[in-house]
């Protein structure tokens, strides 16, 4: 099982993962000035995503709601765990209004999980979607919740804000589970994906994500694939655990570039829509693509050739 601490394989990173951090760009000082002057979070920051170069350049990026401090903690991530300090209802406005300014054709919502609150911060993320419509009708809108501690009123005031894509990340396969993330039910969250699909139209997409490198075995996220087939799961992101501290798991091993073009293999013949896999890649990387090529996103969006 994994356990915190040292990773159990050599520090140096494998060449695949080495990247050359980049001279930030216009585009990246623009939008990080935005963010700042708006109060804002964003999980590219809060997490340490390698990818924030790549997507504040193509003016893409994760907004984070509901403060920066979770009621829960994954054994893998690196936001910071508290009690969260009030409840910003103006948030939402200020998201619509950084969207706005920055001339996203795309933009992705995420939060930190608010077990404080009676609807999980439900009505943020609906809210915010919402707010996002009203200034830019055609933005594309996608959503990555909590589990709302399995509550159906809470889920259901998110989906009837019908963003594109509505996103619930498994992360991990059913054997680590309850290791990974304690304050998560595996087959919890496979029902979260159910109800969202069941509760959207046809036109909007379902979406999760694994993370590798953690002691799970190709059997293992196999079955996981299969898993979130069955609740017709239409994009898959899957992506390299790195550890961020000693104080989180334990790095289990590198997951070379093949093994990913082969869980991609995989995931085109269960039928998924669109799977991005690779080392580097985060859950709300190329989003706007991802939907793309699911079919549930017409416009374009700021890519990176």
């Known amino acids: 099982m994994p356990v915190v601490g040292a990773p159990q394989i050599a520090q140096r990173k494998p060449a695949w993962l080495k990247?050359?951090?980049p001279l930030a760009g216009p585009n990246f000082r623009e939008l990080k000035q935005t963010m700042r002057g708006l109060s804002l979070n964003t999980v590219c920051e809060e997490a340490r995503c390698p990818n924030i170069h790549e997507c504040w350049e193509d003016r893409e990026a994760s907004f984070l709601i509901g403060g920066q401090d979770c009621t829960r903690r994954c054994g893998f991530c690196d936001i910071a765990t508290g009690k969260p300090k009030g409840y910003d209802t103006d948030e939402?406005?200020?998201v619509a209004e950084a969207v706005e300014a920055m001339g996203?054709?795309?933009a992705v919502v995420t939060?930190?999980?608010r077990d404080d609150l009676a609807d999980g911060g439900a009505w943020l993320y609906a809210e915010t979607c919402r707010q996002i419509r009203q200034r830019l009708p055609r933005c594309g809108v996608e959503l990555l919740i909590p589990d709302f501690r399995g509550k159906p009123d809470a889920l259901r005031a998110v989906t009837d804000a019908r963003p594109e894509v509505l996103s619930h990340n498994l992360e991990t396969v059913r054997r680590l589970f309850r290791h990974?993330?304690?304050?998560f039910a595996y087959e919890g969250s496979l029902r979260v994906l159910e109800r969202a699909r069941a509760w959207m139209p046809a036109e909007c997409a379902t979406k999760s994500n694994l993370i590798l490198g953690m002691g799970?075995?190709?059997?293992e996220i196999v079955e996981a694939?299969?898993?979130l087939r069955s609740v017709d799961v239409q994009i898959l992101t899957i992506g390299q655990y790195l550890q961020p501290t000693h104080k989180h798991l334990a790095l289990q091993r590198y997951v070379t570039p093949a093994e990913f073009d082969r869980y991609a293999a995989i995931g085109a013949q269960l039928g998924f829509d669109h799977v991005e896999s690779g080392p580097l890649t985060?859950?709300?990387y190329r989003a706007g693509r991802q939907a793309q090529d699911a079919g549930v996103w017409d416009r374009p969006v700021h890519v990176t050739a």
């Open 92 to 94: 939402p406005r200020r």
């Open 104 to 106: 996203l054709n795309f």
């Open 282 to 284: 985060r859950s709300s």
């Open 216 to 219: 799970e075995t190709e059997d």
């Open 225 to 227: 694939m299969r898993d």
């Open 111 to 113: 939060g930190v999980a």
């Open 19 to 21: 990247q050359r951090l």
């Open 180 to 183: 990974v993330r304690p304050a």
